[in-house]
Every structure is written in C-alpha cells, then in structure tokens.
C-alpha cells in the first residue's frame, strides 16, 4: 500500500525555520517526482516546490523561492523541505505528494499529482 506521511510541521515564529519530511513506502521512490503543497484557510491548494525522481530538476513556486529548499534521500524513501524565513502567510496545511514520472516537475507542481499525504500543520506567528 503506497503512503505518504509527512512530519516536522509547528508554531514558529516569523523568520524561523523548520523541516518538514515525507516518508514514503509501499512505492519504489525513485520512479516518482515528489512535491510539497500547501493549502491555507480559506484559498486554493498551491504547489509549494517538486522535485524530479532523480533529484536533478527541481521547481519552487515565487513566494518561496530563496527561502525553501526541497531535498531527497531516496536510500531512506525520504523527502525534505527546508523552510528558513518563514512568514504569516506561510501558515498552511502542508501536504506531499507523489507523480510518477513521465511529466516535468512543473506541471506536478500545477496540480498533477497521483498521491497524497494527509498534511502537517505549519503556523508561523509571533
């Protein structure tokens, strides 16, 4: 049974940091482009960051990009996103997902995803 559980989420203060992880299983990680999304109270889900199967290509979405950093060990099924200079409206349900390969890590990033992760809570207040 495939699975995707996401850990690391918390209240942070503005300009923290935290790190999220994704533990996969169930799949062979490294067929599948991996990305994080988040979705906050009352907006639409949004791709945060992807990346490729091979770690090689990655996608960040404007209003991280600078602050984030998405990372793969796919020895231990295991995908990461640094999040440093975290803000209020970085306050989100963060979810991972999974795409098979076959598409650019972009597009899984508009929202072509095949799997998802139940989400972890990230809110960043003072």
């Known amino acids: 049974q495939l699975q995707l559980v996401e850990s690391g989420g918390g209240l942070v203060q503005p300009g923290g940091s935290l790190r999220l992880s994704c533990a996969t299983s169930g799949f062979t990680l490294d067929l599948y482009h991996i990305g994080w999304f988040r979705q906050a109270p009352g907006k639409e889900r949004e791709g945060v960051s992807c990346i490729s199967s091979s770690g090689g290509s990655t996608y960040y979405a404007d209003s991280v990009k600078g602050r984030f950093t998405i990372s793969r060990d796919n020895a231990k099924n295991t995908v990461y996103l640094q999040m440093n200079s975290l803000k209020p409206e970085d306050t989100a349900v963060y979810y991972c997902?999974?795409?098979?390969?076959?598409?650019?890590?972009?597009?899984?990033?508009?929202?072509?995803?095949?799997?998802w992760g139940q989400g972890t809570q990230v809110t960043v207040s003072s």
């Open positions: 997902a999974a795409t098979l390969l076959g598409t650019s890590v972009q597009v899984m990033c508009g929202g072509n995803t095949d799997y």
